[in-house]
């Protein structure tokens, strides 16, 4: 297998090189994973929570180095891989606890000699491929759940953030696990497609492009499935809404890790009597946006992680320009940056839905803003482009709060807040029907989907012989 070389997107320079895994090391990985699994079993709940929380201490004692090298590697500024660091930290107690709580049932029979138990009980073995956006974060979001119930985990991060993917590794082996309970496979799309095609495994998590979730839903087989897709999702504004609040936080929303989140916010959509003083309102707060060197305390926003991704923000915003669309602010890489990775945050209007802006998403620092008439207009706009993983409402009415959030696909709806808001133990996946995937993470939901039930039937009435 190959060797690739990665260069820092902060300083262009070559930073680290990633020994693609093979098909041998994919087998034994399995293989190890899958004589894991019985040892894992005897452990018993508590005790794997006690391990989570063990790997939770190892992962602290690394945090100063590992955020300064995801500085280089990934991109994102000081401020924004220590708070992200933070939640894969939190997310490893969130689950080990959760672990503790999660209780099993006794159903009632129709025959009263019967006593039904229903239990959860773990898949075997967990395959994930993760994304580098959040790289400390979404291995944490598989790995705990899986490890928590008692699956063996096998995980192929994203080949563009090595150094982060082995602080987290390293700390699951520092806590103590059984031997092959969790295996990182590093190396680049090749390597995922031959995990992606184990047939030994129970379960495959994904996080990525919604274009890539399909391939992997195609691959079929008997196996449990959770997919965490694209999102393009809206941010609707209404005339009533405290407008200076909206835009605060909508600048946040789109210019949090660039832009490069799938909750990010992206398609905004404003009632059409608030447009005019939204519009004025976001050129105001972006202004307070500095895109610099991440290592630079004074930064807001790093460069774009990818050279692919750069170049889709820059067609995006190209595409709507020469197409009636008017750039307001932003919208331009740095000219003497190291790199042609760093874009100055965009607000961008007069975008219509057939623009590639409104119907793509962007994973950029671009805020593209679509006026509506009514509540139902900005319904009809809202489901355009078939995405439903995250959205936000902006409204003093409470009443249309619920009404709006109840009528979007999204899986997830913030009301007055940034639509990238989400905490570890709350329900966190793709609306059905939509893009942007199946299946649920987050504390007891991810537990939920990554076990399953068991139900065990005792007779309790007396033996033939217990009688006589």
Avoid at 87 to 107: F, K, N, P, Q, Y
Avoid at 155 to 175: C, G, I, M, N
Avoid at 329 to 342: F, M, Q, V
Wanted: hydrophobic residues 40%; charged residues 20%; negative net charge.
């Amino acid at each position: 297998m190959s060797t690739l070389q990665l260069h820092s997107p902060v300083t262009g320079e070559h930073f680290a090189e990633v020994k693609e895994a093979g098909p041998a090391a994919v087998d034994n990985a399995l293989m190890a994973a899958r004589n894991a699994t019985q040892a894992l079993r005897a452990l018993g709940a508590w005790q794997r929570a006690d391990l989570l929380q063990r790997t939770a201490d190892a992962l602290l004692t690394r945090r100063a180095v590992a955020v300064e090298e995801h500085l280089l590697e990934h991109g994102k500024t000081r401020a924004q891989a220590e708070a992200e660091f933070d939640v894969a930290v939190g997310g490893l107690r969130i689950h080990a606890e959760s672990a503790r709580r999660l209780d099993g049932r006794v159903t009632p029979t129709a025959d009263l000699g019967k006593k039904a138990i229903t239990q959860r009980e773990p898949l075997g073995v967990v395959g994930a491929i993760t994304p580098w956006n959040v790289p400390f974060m979404v291995p944490i979001e598989y790995g705990a759940p899986a490890l928590a119930m008692g699956n063996a985990f096998v995980w192929k991060p994203a080949e563009s953030v090595p150094l982060t993917s082995r602080h987290v590794q390293a700390a699951f082996d520092e806590a103590g696990w059984p031997d092959g309970a969790i295996t990182m496979l590093e190396g680049g799309p090749t390597t995922g497609s031959m995990l992606a095609h184990q047939s030994d495994l129970n379960a495959l998590c994904f996080t990525g492009s919604s274009e890539v979730g399909q391939e992997i839903a195609q691959i079929g087989g008997l196996r449990r499935l959770i997919l965490e897709l694209g999102g393009n999702g809206p941010t609707i504004v209404f005339a009533d809404a405290d407008i200076e609040a909206a835009a605060d936080r909508i600048v946040a929303g789109t210019c949090f890790l660039s832009g490069q989140s799938c909750a990010a916010t992206e398609r905004i959509l404003v009632e059409k009597d608030a447009q005019d003083e939204l519009l004025d309102a976001l050129v105001e707060r972006t202004r307070r946006e500095k895109v610099g060197d991440p290592r630079d305390s004074n930064s807001t926003l790093g460069p774009i992680h990818l050279d692919e991704t750069s170049k889709k923000v820059e067609r995006h915003i190209e595409q709507a320009r020469s197409t009636g669309g008017r750039v307001l602010i932003g919208g331009t890489s740095l000219s003497d940056a190291p790199t042609n990775r760093y874009w100055e945050p965009a607000v961008l209007s007069g975008i219509t839905p057939d623009m590639t802006v409104f119907t793509e998403e962007t994973f950029g620092p671009v805020m593209p803003v679509t006026a509506f008439s009514d509540e139902r207009e900005a319904l009809d706009l809202a489901v355009l482009g078939g995405y439903g993983l995250a959205s936000a409402v902006f409204t003093r009415d409470i009443e249309r709060a619920f009404r709006v959030s109840d009528q979007l696909p999204a899986s997830f709806v913030v009301v007055n807040h940034t639509s990238n808001y989400w905490e570890m133990q709350l329900p966190w996946g793709g609306g059905p029907g939509t893009k942007s995937g199946i299946g649920r993470l987050g504390g007891e939901h991810a537990l939920i989907e990554l076990s399953t039930t068991k139900s065990i039937l005792i007779d309790l009435t007396p033996t033939r012989q217990e009688q006589t």
